[in-house]
């Protein structure tokens, strides 16, 4: 560990213990991590589209960034029986080692999809997931004789919250395969947050790791942060919030702890919390991955004169917005969504409109790309039906609203067909 990671987390103590305090009498508001907006009112093409979104798998981000390198600290043996001097090492596992199994079994709150290679955190734009492992052993440096081992897992759950100031980090852990001298390791965890950010839990004491847990019966820690938004003008976000525990693992028979650091690759998993001036379809607080660029699905059977439109206008006006193609970017000045941009797309049709009718654009009005703030000569508009097109708003809206896309956030859209 770093002499700044040593600071920071002398530090973070003391701040989880005055932070904590503000928590205590209800003045930050926190509460676990729910996600997904609770609207009763929606359409049943919103519900569906929202049952696919939160049903759809997370993604792998990158390689992995777990330590490789193996740490050994020089312990003595408890027994006075004999003064042979142990050494205990711990030696992380890695996406190179796929002739290692898999722990038999996983906490209940880990989603299916959560099954990368070792030390890789994938998910979506509220969610990342991973899972860590280490080789402990208790060695004699003399006589290379192995008094014990274990393989220790820690599978993590980060989320995010779309509608509070607030990161969850979870951690469920366990041992499997332990022999010997290695029963009866413990784990303890200090947490600690880098970048605009404070942390607002207590260290984890040492506490032993279950063995051949099964799904109830990991050993659970849970870690909150929130980014340093108290009395910031409207309109302010900040980037580059970076959570991170320090793990120490321990013994009966041996007094030395070895350690080792968890933390998310800043370049893919970049953390950013946010206060807006007015709600609308975006909360007043909320915090996301802003790295994490969502797609927004629009399924034919459901929605087709809409899904058309926008199809026309990705294959024959070459607009964006497409997946592996440049984003749409999110606009929410009002008057250049509706009186600029819907007025530029749509001023070829008749006003007012056939009954039963309403345009519809690509790129969508509320997108710097839109018809007046991007080039026309990229936008495509249609008739469609005016509850077909209400749909097609309201699915948008509720993208928006979940994934937290607030201004010059970048997306995709997709056609299912």
């Known amino acids: 560990m770093t002499w700044r990671r040593k600071i920071l987390r002398h530090l973070s103590l003391l701040s989880a213990l005055l932070l904590s305090l503000s928590a205590l009498i209800g003045s930050t508001g926190r509460a676990s991590a729910d996600p997904a907006p609770q609207d009763e009112a929606l359409s049943d093409v919103v519900k569906k589209y929202r049952d696919r979104v939160l049903a759809r798998p997370g993604q792998p981000r990158g390689a992995s960034h777990q330590r490789g390198s193996e740490r050994c600290t020089p312990a003595r043996k408890a027994s006075p029986a004999t003064k042979d001097q142990l050494i205990a090492c711990l030696t992380p596992k890695n996406s190179g080692d796929v002739q290692l199994a898999r722990p038999t079994s996983r906490p209940r709150e880990i989603p299916d999809w959560c099954s990368f290679d070792y030390g890789v955190w994938g998910g979506d734009r509220l969610t990342a997931c991973s899972l860590w492992s280490w080789n402990y052993q208790l060695i004699n440096p003399e006589t290379g004789t192995v008094g014990g081992r274990a393989t220790i897992y820690v599978w993590n759950l980060l989320q995010t ?14 041992a499997f395969d332990v ?163 819907g007025q530029e797309a749509c001023e070829m049709w008749p006003s007012p409109r056939p009954p039963g009718e309403e345009c519809d654009e690509y790129p969508f009005r509320s997108t710097w790309q839109g018809a007046y703030t991007g080039d026309p000569e990229h936008t ?11 749909d097609g708003g309201e699915q948008l809206s509720w993208f928006y609203r979940y994934h937290r896309i607030i201004e010059k956030d970048p997306f995709y859209v997709e056609v299912e067909t």
């Open 161 to 174: 919250h779309n509608a509070k100031n607030q990161v969850i980090w979870k951690q469920w852990f366990g």
């Open 380 to 390: 495509f508009s249609d008739l469609i039906p005016e509850s077909e097109n209400q």
């Open 179 to 341: 022999t010997n001298l290695a029963k009866g390791t413990t784990v303890s965890a200090t947490t600690g947050c880098d970048g605009p950010c404070d942390p607002y839990s207590q260290p984890v004491a040492p506490r032993a790791l279950p063995t051949d847990p099964g799904e109830e019966g990991w050993l659970f820690a849970s870690f909150e942060f929130a980014g340093r938004l108290s009395g910031v003008p409207a309109n302010t976000w900040k980037s580059g919030i970076q959570p991170y525990t320090d793990l120490a693992f321990g013994n009966p028979n041996t007094p030395a702890l070895v350690e080792d650091q968890m933390w998310l690759d800043p370049e893919e998993w970049d953390i950013r919390c946010d206060y807006l001036s007015a709600g609308g379809d975006a909360p007043h607080y909320g915090c996301v991955f802003k790295e994490v660029w969502p797609v927004h699905v629009v399924v034919w059977a459901e929605l087709p004169g809409h899904a058309e439109v926008i199809t026309a206008a990705q294959n024959h006006r070459d607009a964006p917005g497409a997946p592996g193609d440049e984003p749409l970017t999110r606009l929410m000045d009002e008057t250049l969504k509706k009186k600029k941009n």
